[in-house]
């Protein structure tokens, strides 16, 4: 891929940067013929702090050379592609002249140990069973994603296992309920990412453990998404609640406990409201979906009354259900704790299993 773009001679010599968004998979990366540097798969962000003498006056170039491994190659949309000089931001969006350079067969599918059932665990984790632990931090889930309904067995029992090897107790299991990921879809539906938190959010009836609701700081074209340290905030509140026995400590977003039928309203009651619920940024609710008898759902209309929330649809005279922030990505799904915790996501019913994988 080859770019050029005009630099004002005022620009020259002054601290450059060149962020290339995310690449699909293996990159090295020229500026004016000269290497600037390389990342060797596809998720970390491409940030190559440029020597000060290589920007010149006039026109520049600059050419990354794309090594993929299959699908489709080149530039993830909607990251950051921009040139940084000085004070002054270029963007690099839009067209790019890129040519073949060579293409080979596929390469045949390889069986790697960590798939295996005990691959990780033999070499990774029994070999540190015989150490004090405090406690474990977990985020994954995402290669889960496909078999929710599996992952409802596997993921607490693998917390149990770790206890019994570790024989030191219930020690705290702390872990991160899966991300927003993937385009947001117009109209309520099926979601298999939502069906795997529903699978972490059950884990929770093991006692000392924690989640921390990371549905606000995902990307829909990063299953690896940047914003990490939120995740380690909420992390450290389930630590201090959990593994350091404070008390007074607000550590977790609202979870649903119990809903109430009234007429065509849905009366919907919280764990974990803090000092209040809200909705963040102010405005209507969002994400919230009801359904009657025919199990069909469609959005609703929500609001906060008394720190429950009550949910309806002129769509439905008889509610059965409720879903809130049921989707692969729930973009703009806003109830919160005033102590600025996300609700997980969550739904009232056990209607038909999810679907089959939806992880491109």
């Given at each position: 891929?080859?770019?050029?773009?005009?630099?004002?001679?005022?620009?020259?010599?002054?601290?450059a940067?060149?962020?290339?968004?995310?690449?699909v998979?293996?990159?090295s990366?020229?500026?004016?013929?000269t290497?600037?540097?390389?990342?060797?798969?596809q998720?970390?962000?491409?940030?190559?702090?440029?020597?000060?003498?290589?920007?010149?006056?006039?026109k520049?170039?600059?050419v990354?050379r794309v090594?993929?491994?299959?699908?489709?190659g080149?530039f993830v949309?909607?990251?950051?592609?921009?040139?940084i000089?000085?004070?002054?931001?270029?963007?690099?969006?839009?067209a790019?002249?890129?040519?073949l350079?060579a293409?080979?067969?596929?390469?045949?599918?390889?069986t790697?140990?960590?798939?295996q059932?005990?691959?990780?665990?033999?070499a990774?984790?029994?070999?540190?069973?015989?150490?004090t632990?405090?406690?474990?931090?977990?985020?994954?889930?995402?290669?889960?994603a496909?078999r929710?309904?599996?992952y409802?067995?596997?993921?607490?029992?693998?917390?149990?296992?770790?206890?019994?090897h570790?024989?030191?107790?219930?020690?705290?299991?702390?872990?991160?309920?899966?991300?927003?990921?993937?385009?947001?879809?117009?109209?309520p539906g099926?979601?298999t990412?939502?069906?795997?938190?529903?699978?972490?959010?059950?884990?929770?009836?093991l006692?000392?453990t924690?989640?921390?609701?990371?549905?606000d700081?995902?990307?829909?074209n990063?299953?690896?998404?940047?914003?990490?340290?939120?995740?380690g905030?909420?992390l450290?509140?389930?630590?201090?609640k959990?593994?350091y026995?404070?008390k007074?400590?607000?550590?977790?977003g609202?979870?649903?406990?119990?809903m109430?039928v009234?007429?065509n309203?849905?009366?919907?009651?919280?764990?974990h409201v803090?000092?209040?619920?809200?909705?963040?940024?102010g405005?209507k609710?969002?994400?919230?979906?009801?359904?009657?008898?025919?199990?069909?759902f469609?959005?609703a209309?929500?609001?906060?009354?008394?720190?429950?929330?009550?949910v309806?649809s002129d769509?439905?005279?008889?509610?059965m259900?409720?879903r809130?922030?049921?989707?692969d990505?729930?973009?703009?799904?806003?109830?919160y704790?005033?102590?600025?915790l996300?609700?997980?996501?969550?739904?009232?019913?056990n209607?038909t299993?999810a679907?089959?994988s939806t992880?491109p």
């Open positions: 891929f080859r770019k050029e773009i005009e630099i004002p001679a005022t620009l020259v010599n002054k601290p940067q060149l962020w290339l968004g995310s690449i998979d293996r990159d990366v020229y500026v004016n013929s290497f600037v540097g390389a990342t060797g798969y998720y970390p962000p491409r940030i190559y702090t440029l020597p000060t003498n290589i920007v010149k006056p006039g520049n170039v600059i990354a090594i993929n491994g299959g699908g489709n080149g949309k909607d990251k950051l592609y921009e040139l000089v000085g004070d002054q931001k270029m963007d690099l969006t839009g790019w002249q890129y040519k350079g293409t080979s067969p596929p390469i045949s599918g390889t790697f140990f960590q798939y059932p005990g691959g990780l665990y033999n990774l984790t029994a070999p540190l069973t015989s150490y632990i405090k406690g474990v931090i977990w985020y994954q889930g995402e290669s889960n496909g929710p309904q599996e409802q067995q596997l993921f607490p029992a693998v917390i149990t296992d770790w206890r019994q570790w024989q030191q107790g219930n020690f705290p299991f702390l872990f991160v309920q899966l991300a927003n990921f993937m385009e947001p879809k117009k109209e099926q979601s990412w939502a069906a795997t938190r529903e699978a972490q959010l059950k884990t929770l009836a006692p000392n924690a989640m921390a609701v990371i549905t700081v995902g990307e829909w990063d299953i690896h998404p940047l914003n990490k340290q939120d995740v905030k909420r450290a509140l389930a630590a201090q959990v593994a026995g404070d007074k400590v607000v550590y977790s609202p979870i649903y406990e119990s109430k009234d007429g309203k849905v009366t919907l009651s919280f764990a803090g000092s209040g619920l809200t909705a963040k940024g405005g609710l969002k994400y919230f979906a009801v359904a009657g008898a025919d199990k069909k469609v959005w209309k929500a609001k906060i009354e008394k720190n429950k929330v009550v309806w769509q439905v005279a008889r509610p259900a409720v809130y922030a049921w989707a990505n729930p973009e703009g799904a806003n109830l704790n005033r102590e600025g996300p609700a997980s996501p969550f739904r009232t019913d209607y299993p679907p089959k992880t």
